[in-house]
């Protein structure tokens, strides 16, 4: 298991390490031209946490949603703002936030000739281009934990060419704020080749776990993954004496002593001790373990339709979307129906996943790299299922990055076999698949050009994503078509009343089409979800007192809704519109 076949080395290694980087580059190229879409806004835009590198030290006290405006005000208090605890993550948006700046260089106010606060680093291509390079070597690594897995260098370069264009992949590379999964899944992989080099190297494993844990919790179960290539090599090697000729009379032989007289004790106690650290930080900063009891997708549920509903939404979404044939990108309620005992379709779900973990079990019994890689994927997709920690959605596209790591071994596997086969219909078929899931990955790729385009995205595959609504409301508002975009706002209040930024964003498009006590009503129902007095809410009370003429009352509702927001366009406009000057949120415009 630890040996890497030499033909993967040299010319050979370089130029396959080439074309996987050539792949991500073709595939992912019209990312570079996209703007923030989604949660960016929040996580980078309105961040200030991420824009001063000496803040550091504070992302490491804070939950990934936590964020930190003039003042010390936060954006809100809702629960779901405080379940996840990812500091490697918004630290490497802090670092990016700085490259950006740097490259950018300084840009003056036109109005005070001052440095605005802060100094730039919003441009969003540097951000595409940063996921562009992870995933470029998260891919790499893939194909090096397949040569590792000893699928040979043609399946080791498939494994690293079909994840670098796997489809599902689309939302965490184009995402700026799920560079988590990227991160996660680098350190993840990192961790098991180190592992599987063997030696002083394995010690490298339990530190790069840390690192993922850091970056995104999804990667829980990558422990299990160690143990199971533990195994599989502990396995290969009993198979391999068993079948050597006896010992010569009087010789000592050679003798594979039990699986667990192999194992490194004080290796796995390192893994064990950075799960117990990593818990007890994430208690310590957040409060609890897993997601709050609030805004758990399957809050009131019973154990065993929840159970039926993971079943049947891993048969019709998950494992299409493994195999590369597309998930939605969200799946919060009401995008999925609840199953039932009366479900037949979750019954068949249960039956499959029987089918392929029995499959599994008897190709790793085998020794076969496709057994492994699939009990691998299993491993991997645990910890989002709902089986070990309840999430606050059902599913998205994003959450099968890490898991598809094993996936693509055991299709790199068939795949390299398809190759030395020397067949050409074998090696046709190895590189039709390539083909067929980069032109997937370029086509969803281009998806990303814009956040109305994103969110048309989503909603093709969950039409009834109340957040995916009113991200394609909010762009079509912010294109002139408020019109259009006022049935969309009320669509996704119907199916969430209680998003707060839905009712936000719905009050700043009324307030623009004039109908200012409509909006500051819409304002007034988000308040009363998140009583946090974000900015939103100061600019409707500062437009309406400018309507009834309270100058000063007006003057100081939008310089506080500047100051909680200094880069909204819309709060400059309000704080400098008595002047007929827009401000950058560095002077008064005057």
Same mark, same amino acid.
């Given at each position: 298991?630890?040996?890497?076949?030499?033909?993967?080395?040299?010319?050979?290694?370089?130029?396959?390490?080439?074309?996987?980087?050539?792949?991500?580059?073709?595939? $992912?190229?019209?990312?570079?031209?996209?703007?923030?879409?989604?949660?960016?806004?929040?996580?980078?835009?309105?961040?200030?946490?991420?824009?001063?590198?000496?803040?550091?030290?504070?992302?490491?006290?804070?939950?990934?949603?936590?964020?930190?405006?003039?003042?010390?005000?936060?954006?809100?208090?809702?629960?779901?703002?405080?379940?996840?605890?990812?500091?490697?993550?918004?630290?490497?948006?802090?670092?990016?936030?700085?490259?950006?700046?740097?490259?950018?260089?300084?840009?003056?106010?036109?109005?005070?000739?001052?440095?605005?606060?802060?100094?730039?680093?919003?441009?969003?291509?540097?951000?595409? !281009?940063?996921?562009?390079?992870?995933?470029?070597?998260?891919?790499?690594?893939?194909?090096?934990?397949?040569?590792?897995?000893?699928?040979?260098?043609?399946? %080791?370069?498939?494994?690293?060419?079909?994840?670098?264009?796997?489809?599902?992949?689309?939302?965490?590379?184009?995402?700026?704020?799920?560079?988590?999964?990227?991160?996660?899944?680098?350190?993840?992989?990192? %961790?098991?080749?180190?592992?599987?080099?063997?030696?002083?190297?394995?010690?490298?494993?339990?530190?790069?776990?840390?690192?993922?844990?850091?970056?995104?919790?999804?990667?829980?179960?990558?422990?299990?993954?160690?143990?199971?290539?533990?195994?599989?090599?502990?396995?290969?090697?009993?198979?391999?004496?068993?079948?050597?000729?006896?010992?010569?009379?009087?010789?000592?032989?050679?003798?594979?002593?039990?699986?667990?007289?192999?194992?490194? #004790?004080?290796?796995?106690?390192?893994?064990?001790?950075?799960?117990?650290? $990593?818990?007890?930080?994430?208690? %310590?900063?957040?409060? #609890?373990?897993?997601?709050?009891?609030?805004?758990?997708?399957?809050?009131?549920?019973?154990?065993?339709?929840?159970?039926?509903?993971?079943?049947?939404?891993?048969?019709?979404?998950?494992?299409?979307?493994?195999?590369?044939?597309?998930?939605?990108?969200?799946?919060?309620?009401?995008? $999925?129906?609840?199953?039932?005992?009366?479900?037949?379709?979750?019954?068949?779900?249960?039956?499959?996943?029987?089918?392929?973990?029995?499959?599994?079990?008897?190709?790793?019994?085998?020794?076969?790299?496709?057994?492994?890689?699939?009990?691998?994927?299993?491993?991997?997709?645990?910890?989002?299922?709902?089986?070990?920690?309840?999430?606050?959605?059902?599913?998205?596209?994003?959450?099968? $990055?890490?898991?598809?790591?094993?996936?693509?071994?055991? !299709?790199?596997?068939?795949?390299?076999?398809?190759?030395?086969?020397?067949?050409?219909?074998?090696?046709?078929?190895?590189?039709?698949?390539?083909?067929?899931?980069?032109?997937?990955?370029?086509?969803?790729?281009?998806?990303?050009?814009?956040?109305?385009?994103? %969110?048309?995205?989503?909603?093709?595959?969950?039409?009834?994503?109340?957040?995916?609504?009113?991200?394609?409301?909010?762009?079509?508002?912010?294109?002139?078509?408020?019109?259009?975009? !006022?049935?969309?706002?009320?669509?996704?209040?119907?199916?969430?009343?209680?998003?707060?930024?839905?009712?936000?964003?719905?009050?700043?498009?009324?307030?623009?089409?004039?109908?200012?006590?409509?909006?500051?009503?819409? !304002?007034?129902?988000?308040?009363?979800?998140?009583?946090?007095?974000?900015?939103?809410?100061?600019?409707?009370?500062?437009?309406?007192?400018?309507?009834?003429?309270?100058?000063?009352?007006?003057?100081?509702?939008?310089?506080?809704?500047?100051?909680?927001?200094?880069?909204?366009?819309?709060?400059?406009?309000?704080?400098?519109?008595?002047?007929?000057?827009?401000?950058?949120?560095?002077?008064?415009?005057?």
């Amino acid at each position: 298991m630890n040996e890497v076949r030499p033909g993967a080395v040299g010319w050979r290694g370089r130029c396959g390490a080439a074309a996987i980087f050539l792949a991500v580059g073709c595939a $992912y190229a019209s990312t570079l031209g996209a703007g923030f879409a989604v949660d960016d806004e929040r996580i980078v835009t309105h961040n200030r946490l991420i824009r001063h590198l000496g803040d550091l030290p504070t992302l490491f006290r804070r939950g990934f949603w936590d964020q930190e405006r003039p003042g010390g005000r936060e954006t809100s208090t809702d629960l779901a703002m405080k379940a996840s605890y990812r500091p490697f993550t918004i630290a490497s948006l802090s670092l990016n936030h700085a490259l950006a700046a740097w490259l950018e260089g300084p840009s003056v106010c036109p109005h005070c000739r001052r440095l605005p606060d802060p100094p730039g680093g919003l441009d969003p291509w540097s951000y595409h !281009l940063v996921n562009l390079l992870l995933h470029g070597l998260v891919s790499l690594l893939v194909a090096d934990l397949a040569l590792r897995l000893r699928l040979g260098p043609p399946g %080791a370069l498939f494994a690293g060419l079909l994840f670098a264009l796997h489809p599902a992949h689309v939302d965490a590379v184009a995402w700026v704020s799920q560079r988590g999964e990227l991160l996660s899944a680098l350190f993840s992989v990192a %961790a098991l080749a180190c592992h599987l080099r063997g030696a002083g190297a394995r010690w490298a494993g339990p530190m790069f776990y840390a690192a993922a844990l850091l970056s995104k919790e999804s990667c829980l179960a990558l422990p299990a993954v160690v143990w199971l290539c533990d195994l599989s090599a502990w396995m290969q090697a009993r198979g391999a004496l068993a079948g050597a000729p006896p010992a010569p009379v009087g010789g000592t032989g050679k003798h594979v002593p039990g699986f667990l007289r192999t194992l490194s #004790w004080r290796l796995y106690a390192g893994y064990a001790g950075v799960v117990l650290a $990593y818990l007890g930080v994430r208690v %310590a900063v957040l409060g #609890w373990l897993s997601v709050p009891a609030e805004i758990r997708y399957f809050a009131g549920v019973s154990r065993l339709d929840a159970s039926l509903t993971v079943a049947r939404f891993f048969t019709t979404e998950y494992l299409p979307g493994l195999l590369g044939a597309g998930v939605g990108s969200d799946y919060a309620r009401p995008s $999925y129906p609840d199953s039932g005992a009366a479900d037949p379709l979750a019954w068949a779900g249960v039956l499959i996943l029987v089918l392929l973990l029995s499959f599994a079990l008897r190709g790793f019994a085998r020794g076969s790299p496709a057994g492994l890689g699939v009990l691998m994927a299993a491993l991997l997709l645990l910890p989002v299922t709902h089986l070990l920690a309840p999430l606050g959605v059902l599913g998205a596209a994003r959450l099968l $990055y890490l898991p598809s790591v094993g996936v693509c071994a055991f !299709l790199g596997w068939g795949a390299g076999r398809a190759w030395d086969s020397g067949a050409r219909t074998g090696r046709v078929s190895a590189a039709l698949l390539v083909v067929a899931f980069g032109s997937a990955t370029l086509v969803g790729a281009r998806g990303w050009s814009s956040e109305g385009n994103a %969110a048309d995205r989503m909603l093709e595959r969950t039409p009834d994503n109340p957040m995916a609504l009113c991200n394609l409301a909010s762009s079509l508002a912010a294109a002139g078509r408020g019109a259009e975009a !006022l049935p969309i706002f009320r669509q996704a209040l119907a199916l969430s009343p209680r998003q707060c930024v839905v009712w936000y964003n719905y009050g700043q498009l009324l307030f623009n089409l004039d109908r200012v006590d409509e909006g500051m009503e819409a !304002l007034r129902r988000g308040a009363a979800v998140d009583p946090d007095p974000s900015s939103a809410l100061r600019l409707g009370e500062g437009r309406l007192r400018l309507r009834k003429k309270d100058l000063d009352g007006a003057r100081q509702a939008f310089a506080e809704a500047a100051e909680m927001d200094p880069r909204s366009p819309t709060a400059g406009w309000g704080r400098g519109a008595r002047r007929g000057t827009r401000i950058w949120g560095c002077c008064s415009g005057g």
